[in-house]
Nanobody, 123 residues
Framework: VQLQASGGGLVQTGGSLRLSCAAS????????MGWFRQAPGKEREFVAA????????YSADSVKGRFTISRSNAKNTVYLQMNSLKPEDTAVYYC?????????????????WGQGTQVTVSS
């Protein structure tokens, strides 16, 4: 599985961005997908995840009510809609595939990773 993330950029506080992650490979439709982020000097942290069917979603407390994860299995793409962005959301955002459905928040349970896309929120 290869993952290509896009949609990052520079936005002001309170603004919105929509990240996309296009996946290649036949296993996308059966794969738990996740978004993680890493800010400079910090460890990678969980942002959101979605089950293979899309019926279950999981979010970090820090983004609940602001970020929404979704997927289109027809397009082999997972999305992260980010609203009400804050400076502390500034990070490189990574999409991941092949997560463990019993542990969708755990980074080392994902098999595949994209290259990351930079999100910068100015104050």
């Amino acid at each position: 599985v290869q993952l290509q993330a896009s949609g990052g950029g520079l936005v002001q506080t309170g603004g919105s961005l929509r990240l996309s992650c296009a996946a290649s490979g036949r296993t996308f439709n059966t794969s738990v997908m996740g978004w993680f982020r890493q800010a400079p000097g910090k460890e990678r942290e969980f942002v959101a995840a979605i089950s293979a069917s899309g019926s279950s979603t999981y979010s970090a407390d820090s983004v609940k009510g602001r970020f929404t994860i979704s997927r289109s299995n027809a397009k082999n793409t997972v999305y992260l809609q980010m609203n009400s962005l804050k400076p502390e959301d500034t990070a490189v955002y990574y999409c991941a595939a092949g997560g463990n459905p019993m542990a969708p928040r755990i980074a080392n349970r994902y098999e595949y990773w994209g290259q990351g896309t930079q999100v910068t929120v100015s104050s």
